[in-house]
Structures are given as structure tokens and as C-alpha cells.
């Protein structure tokens, strides 16, 4: 089946930073790949995502490219904001067989943006 | 438009007892499908319905269960609960079965002690 990999949080950063969030994953065939933050106390929101490679999904000032050759689509801001605290999910889907139908998520990486 | 309403917000049960959570999906979507995010453990497939059927589960045993009602709304039942069912269990929609996106709901928190 398919899986997704997320670099190990929790990420603390200062407001203005530059923002990175590996994200790698394994899954056959044409898969779409996708980024969703959840806010405290509440549940997941599309960020972004890319249905095929070369891609770039963005949104709010985060970017993320489909790279088919190293199996990634890591998340990207160049200035992060408080406001950006959250956890990201990175997730992955395939049409077809067992994972019709289903998202798998990533382990999601925390991140702290201070002032 | 309203979103995805899950209820209740929380629950509380003992250990051994069944546990029922609704979802009502956003107007116009027909699939349903079920999360859950324990602890430090990312979000785990559940289940999903279509037109009112299941059409796919995730690797859990058969005491977790569901149905989805002709209004497309949901309900997943938790039987003989355990200590490690406690979690927030995320409900979500979209339209026969295209999960580009999902919506989801703020979750149902379910303690068991």
C-alpha cells in the first residue's frame, strides 16, 4: 500500500523564516500528493496539492513540487507568520485497488512560529 | 455553506461499553469517510461510504463499524471499547469518492477509561 514519510517535528522558527518540511512517499502508479494544516481545535484543510509530476501546488505563500524522480513533495514558505503555527499532514492517493478512495497521511510535523 | 458537523464534541466512555459518533457531510457531497488520529500516530483510514454503501476499510478490527444513512449522513459505532480507542476520530466529505479535496469536520473526541 501506499505511505508517506514527513520529517520529525516539532519545527520552532522565527516570524521571517524560511520554511522547509520534507516529505517523501512510496505509492504505485499516478498518485495525486496533497498538504493539509489543522489548527488547534480543529479539523484538517486543504492546503495544497499536485496531480502529476512537476507540479507545483501553492497556496497562502506555501509552495510544494511534485517530483516524481526522488519520490517527494516537500512543503516550502520563504517567511513564515504566527499565524502559520500548526500541524501539516502531508498525504498521498491513488485510484484504483485498495487505496480507492483513501487518503494516507503523513505522521504530520508541528510547527511553532514565534514572534 | 455549511461545513462538515460532527457529533458530539466529546465522549467519554468506560471501558467495554459501545460508542455511536455522527457526521453530517456537506450538502451535495455523497461519500463519507472516517479518520482517526490517535496520539502521535498521524491519521489512520477508517472507513468510507458512497451511496450508501461501504466501499472500502482500513486495517481495523470488525468491532469498528458504520452505515450511512439515504441523507448521506453517517454514523460510526465503536463496540467493546479499549483503552487504545481513545483518540479524535475526523468524519469527512466530497463527491462519489474523489478525495481531491476532502472536507473535514473538527472531530469527535472520544475518551475511554
Known amino acids: 500500500g501506499n505511505s508517506v514519510t514527513q520529517m520529525e517535528g516539532p519545527v520552532t522558527l522565527s516570524e521571517e523564516a524560511f520554511l522547509t518540511i520534507n516529505c517523501t512517499y512510496t505509492?504505485?502508479?499516478?498518485?495525486?500528493l496533497f498538504w493539509y494544516v489543522q489548527y488547534p481545535g480543529e479539523g484538517l484543510q486543504l492546503l495544497l496539492k499536485a496531480t502529476k509530476a512537476d507540479d507545483k501546488g501553492s497556496n497562502k505563500g506555501f509552495e510544494a513540487t511534485y517530483r516524481k524522480e526522488t519520490t517527494s513533495f516537500h512543503l516550502e514558505k520563504g517567511s513564515v507568520q504566527v499565524s502559520d503555527s500548526a500541524v501539516y499532514f502531508c498525504a498521498v492517493t491513488n485510484a484504483g485497488g485498495t487505496s480507492y478512495g483513501k487518503l494516507t497521511f503523513g505522521q504530520g510535523t508541528i510547527l511553532t512560529v514565534h514572534p | 455553506e455549511a461545513g462538515v458537523t460532527q457529533s458530539p464534541t466529546h465522549l467519554i466512555k468506560t471501558r467495554g461499553q459501545q460508542a455511536t459518533l455522527r457526521c453530517s457531510p456537506i450538502?451535495?457531497?455523497?461519500?463519507v469517510y472516517w479518520y482517526q488520529q490517535a496520539l502521535g500516530l498521524g491519521l489512520q483510514f477508517l472507513l468510507w461510504?458512497?451511496?450508501?454503501?461501504?466501499?472500502n476499510r482500513g486495517n481495523f478490527p470488525p468491532r469498528f463499524s458504520g452505515r450511512q444513512f439515504p441523507n448521506y449522513s453517517s454514523e460510526l459505532n465503536v463496540n467493546a471499547l479499549e483503552l487504545e480507542d481513545s483518540a479524535l476520530y475526523l468524519c469527512?466529505?466530497?463527491?462519489?469518492?474523489?478525495?481531491?479535496?476532502?472536507?473535514f469536520g473538527n472531530g469527535t473526541r472520544l475518551t475511554v477509561t
Open positions: 450538502s451535495g457531497h455523497t461519500s
Open positions: 469527512a466529505s466530497s463527491f462519489r469518492g474523489d478525495v481531491s479535496p476532502l472536507h
Open positions: 505509492a504505485t502508479g499516478y498518485p495525486s
Open positions: 461510504y458512497d451511496e450508501g454503501e461501504e466501499r
